[in-house]
């Protein structure tokens, strides 16, 4: 069964600061991963979708990066701002080609 | 045009009651996914549907969930004989396609149900 870590669970960091989120997976098989944000009592939004024949994708001050023979991807914030403050998620699309595999998060808080 | 809604937002059985979770998808996305949310975790999978046609519940926790979608459109998502350990945010997302991983899943709200 695919396992997703997502380290650290908690990150609190000054406003301005470039900052990493890190995401494991076990297995390499997956056809696409994806980075979300979620803001307290809402839904998800999703940030990044990388292909498995991709190795990046940016969006304005957000990359993300993807290493399948690692198992890695990293989601890199460039100065971050408090609006910033989110939980970031982690998602795999697997073998069945559908279903999401989601780390725990990341809970980030970015100080004024 | 409209995102995933979902409705009610918020819930509170008492154990033992029947709930019913609606999901409107975007129109016109042809894939609708159930997902539960226990508190400080990752989404996890419920079910699948293409259309109509259920095609996947593999991940539905016990016999006492039970979802549909009999148009094609609207889904809801039924517990019976509610639990404790069913209090959660059930998220619902839909996709344009078939069952293709090129295809973003795009998620409402979520309902959050609380079971006392």
Not at chain 1, 26 to 51: E, M, V
Not at chain 2, 31 to 44: C, I, K, N, R, V
């Amino acid at each position: 069964k695919q396992e997703v870590t997502q380290i650290p669970a908690a990150l609190s960091v000054p406003e301005g600061e470039n900052l990493v989120l890190n995401c494991s997976f076990t297995d390499s098989a997956i056809y696409n991963l994806q980075w979300f944000r979620q803001d307290p009592g809402k839904g998800l939004t999703s940030l990044l979708l990388i292909q498995s024949s991709q190795r990046e994708q940016t969006s304005g001050r957000l990359n993300a990066s993807l290493d399948k023979s690692s198992g890695r991807s990293t989601l890199y914030i460039a100065a971050s701002q408090p609006g910033d403050s989110a939980t970031y998620l982690c998602a795999l699309n697997g073998n069945s080609g559908y279903a999401l595999n989601f780390g725990k998060g990341t809970s980030l808080l970015v100080t004024p | 045009g409209a995102g995933v809604s979902q409705s009610p937002r918020y819930k509170v059985a008492k154990r033992g009651q029947d709930v019913a979770l609606r999901c409107d998808p975007i129109s016109g996305h042809v894939s609708l996914f159930w997902y539960q949310q226990a508190l400080g975790q990752g989404p996890e999978f419920l079910t699948y549907f293409q259309n109509e046609a259920q095609l996947d519940k593999s991940g539905l926790p016990s016999d006492r969930f039970f979802a549909e979608r009999p148009e094609g459109s609207v889904s809801t998502l039924k517990i019976q004989r509610t639990q404790q350990e069913d209090s959660a945010v059930y998220l619902c997302a839909s996709s344009p396609g078939l069952a293709d991983p090129t295809y973003e899943q795009y998620f409402g709200p979520g309902t959050r149900l609380t079971v006392t």
